[in-house]
């Protein structure tokens, strides 16, 4: 049977390659870090990382490696377990109750990732009798996680303030019991923020709760870095905040659900990612909580942050790339062809810019770019390097 299958799988990837749409994964030899070195799949020794979600440098911050070799020593490798049964370590409870704290949540829960954070939530509160309004562009693991529910679905375009209107106006009109608007606090591939305190308003008004999945901003967005609900000054109006650990906050693995008290307590009862996954490795818990300690001590890394954002922007705007506009860290420079964003990255890589062209299915079609994301841990050099690097070649593609 399978050699029919194995045909097939290889037609599939043939039109892939022919399409330019093949991803590599290139393999680098070094921690994460502002420079990385590339051993296979394209040019040999240190280049510029430009593509990572290591947004403040703490993927390989000596504070947080020591943390985590201490929490070796003393909780162990792994759990081997799921939390109700014997996989609910201090350490465990500690971070949750740390990230209520710096998220103005009431109770927060722990996931393996935010994927499996975000495909615990829908099934777990909502049903047939229910409504789910969710942004256009929200990321594939809120997309995947609403097909698992049962409630109605209803999509509005990309921040749309009107059309999310009409769209809970349809769900009130249907009899939705509970109704429950979801976006992206930054859209992943846009660097876009979401109008969380005018998509309040509209919860408030058609009686929805609010869930925002902020992963690309928890840590370095707004003015203490907690993201996209206090840059808009709505942390006690949003109802459901999910997360991820493996970007900002140190950039390892693992998610989290802060919420209402209630909210929680039926996902620690009902969601199956939740209940049927391994506890996240205590290591990574305790490392999160230093990372947690450097936040709430010193803004240097914000700062230094925005600093290399908006010079890259601005440098490259002079330049005459097409960057979507905005200030946030994600900095995604148009390209259009799938094959010349692919021809580019490996262009850049030959001058030592590590970056990834970015296409269909992962962006629509025609709108491929290289998502250029800035770091802490980047020096004023390394940015200026960058731009050049852009410019460089750009003019040998256009030869």
């Known amino acids: 049977m399978f050699d029919t299958v194995r045909d097939d799988l290889r ?36 280049v510029l990382n430009f593509c990572a979600n290591n947004y403040l440098g703490l993927a390989d911050h000596p504070e947080v490696i020591a943390a985590a070799h201490t929490a070796l020593d003393r909780w162990g490798y792994g759990m081997a377990s799921v939390r109700f049964i014997c996989g609910t370590q201090e350490v465990h409870k500690e971070l949750e109750a740390r990230l209520s704290a710096f998220l103005g949540q009431e109770d927060t829960i722990l996931y393996s990732s935010c994927f499996d954070a975000n495909g615990g939530v829908f099934e777990t509160l909502l049903g047939p009798e229910d409504a789910v309004i969710s942004d256009a562009l929200n990321h594939a693991s809120i997309i995947d996680g609403i097909r698992l529910s049962k409630a109605r679905r209803f999509r ?61 901003a928890v840590g370095f967005v707004g003015p203490s870095g907690r993201g996209t609900p206090e840059l808009h000054g709505v942390m006690d109006r ?55 300690d450097l936040l709430e001590s010193a803004d240097d890394l914000r700062v230094q942050l925005a600093e290399n954002t908006a010079l890259f922007r601005s440098r490259m705007t002079e330049a005459g790339f097409d ?63 960058a731009v050049d690097a852009f410019i460089a070649a750009r003019a040998e593609l256009a030869a």
Request: hydrophobic residues 45%.
């Open 323 to 385: 960057i979507l506009p905005g200030d946030h860290a994600i900095a995604p420079v148009m390209i259009g062809d799938a094959s010349e964003a692919g021809r580019m990255a490996e262009l850049l890589l030959e001058r030592g810019v590590y970056v990834i062209g970015f296409s269909y299915p992962v962006v629509p079609q025609g709108k491929a770019r290289i998502r250029v994301q800035l770091s802490a841990a980047h020096s004023t050099e390394d940015v200026n390097r």
């Open 156 to 216: 509005y375009a990309n921040r749309d303030l009107a059309d999310l209107e009409t769209q809970l106006k349809e769900a009130n009109a249907g009899g939705a019991r509970r109704k429950l608007i979801v976006t992206d606090g930054v859209f992943s591939m846009d660097g876009y923020v979401a109008p969380l305190a005018e998509i309040c308003d509209l919860a408030d008004r058609y009686d929805a709760m609010v869930m925002v999945d902020d992963s690309h």
């Open 238 to 292: 949003v109802d459901i905040i999910t997360g991820t650990l493996g970007k900002a906050l140190g950039g390892a693995s693992g998610g989290y659900v802060a919420a209402r008290a209630e909210i929680v307590a039926l996902l620690r009862q009902r969601s199956r990612p939740y209940l049927f996954s391994n506890t996240l490795a205590p290591v990574i818990a305790a490392a999160s909580l230093k990372v947690l």
């Open 11 to 46: 037609a599939t990837l043939d039109e892939i390659r022919a399409a330019g749409l093949h991803k590599p994964e290139r393999v680098i030899g070094t921690p994460q870090s502002a420079t990385v070195e590339v051993t296979e799949g394209g040019r040999p020794g240190a």
